[in-house]
């Protein structure tokens, strides 16, 4: 699910939520380790990953924009464990010519 609104002409904020549910697990690394969830046969396996996140941006002009976000994400692994520090800050600067 994902929703855009503008504040002002030029500001606008942005929301997306997404949740993945797998029965019997799956390894999921969402912003996790790689080599730790995807990559290693042995590794923990998510049921449950899901994602919030949040973001501004700001439209210079029609080929300008800044745009940072910061993502909140959560995982519940087969074993029970909760994966809750793998949170994302992320900037851009995107230019179309």
Known sequence: ?????????????????????????????????????FFNPFGPQAEVL?????GLGYRFSKNLVLKAEYSFEQAKEVSGATRDDVNFFGAEAAFAF
């Open 50 to 54: 899901w994602r919030l996140s949040l």
């Open 1 to 37: 699910m994902e929703g855009i609104g503008n504040i002002t002409r030029k500001l606008y904020a942005a929301a997306r939520f997404s949740e993945i549910f797998v029965h019997n697990g799956y390894p999921l690394p969402g912003n996790g380790d790689m080599g730790q969830y």
